[in-house]
């Protein structure tokens, strides 16, 4: 029998730590849907939707879930600033494919500057990190993730576009299907960028007040949005 390459085949609730649906994350739409029905996952998953949806919320899980730092890093990461995190994590319970890596990294661009100092006041010692406070936002996030990203593993990527450009954007789409060609990684991405959700053969859902459906990247409203706004931008800015 041979198994999949990629870490983790499936997320579900766990039975013996239910998450009571009157309490909040489990209100949101999209985080009740997967305790409810689960969520199987190939190589690369994108979440896209509007802010308070539930998209980090679900991703800042998964990585918990796993076992990496909220705040960001690997499974080895410690570094914690402040406690924000929902209880979801302890609910989930993630299938993993046996023989397959048990490494992977987190990235959210929102608590990038307190982990790049973490990794300043915890060097590794086998490597010198890139100067990465004495970079740009982009170049240091794109470095990170060039640095980092290698090998089989999970993936985890939190509105990246925040930290980039459109060229930024697009080198971090160069990296992420560089690393699903090599095959044995695997990515889940929430974000708002079109651009991202372009990453080729991943399985997209619009998470939203109907939970997590599965979508195009034509379907999308962020897509049609975006070509409406570039076709017309003044039709948009006069209703402001």
């Not at 039975?15 to 985080?31: D, F, G, I, K, Q």
């Not at 982009?138 to 459109?166: K, N, T, V, Y």
């Not at 959700?197 to 999308?220: K, Q, S």
Request: one cysteine or more; aromatic letters at 8%; charged letters at 20%.
């Amino acid at each position: 029998m041979r198994f999949a390459k990629t870490p983790v085949r499936h997320i579900g609730e766990d039975p013996h730590e239910p998450l009571p649906r009157n309490e909040w994350p489990a209100t949101l739409a999209a985080v009740r849907q997967l305790l409810d029905a689960g969520l199987d996952l190939g190589p690369a998953t994108v979440l896209v939707g509007e802010n308070g949806a539930g998209k980090s919320t679900l991703v800042e899980a998964i990585a918990m879930a796993y076992g990496l730092n909220p705040e960001g890093g690997s499974t080895g990461a410690m570094h914690r600033s402040r406690a924000t995190e929902s209880a979801l994590a302890n609910s989930l319970l993630l299938a993993r494919n046996p023989g397959a890596g048990r490494y992977g990294y987190f990235l959210r661009a929102e608590t990038m500057h307190g982990f790049f100092s973490y990794l300043e006041d915890n060097p590794s010692t086998t490597r010198a990190d890139a100067p990465f406070h004495r970079m740009s936002h982009g170049e240091s996030f794109l470095s990170l993730a060039e640095d980092r990203f290698r090998g089989g593993g999970l993936w985890i990527l939190d509105e990246p576009e925040s930290a980039l450009s459109f060229t930024g954007c697009l080198s971090l789409l160069a990296v992420l299907r560089e690393l699903l060609a090599d095959g044995g990684s695997q990515i889940i991405l929430s974000t708002h960028s079109p651009l991202l959700a372009a990453l080729p053969g991943a399985d997209i859902y619009e998470v939203g007040g109907w939970g997590l459906r599965p979508a195009t990247w034509d379907g999308l409203d962020l897509v049609r949005n975006w070509r409406s706004f570039l076709d017309a931008p003044q039709r948009f800015l006069r209703h402001l």
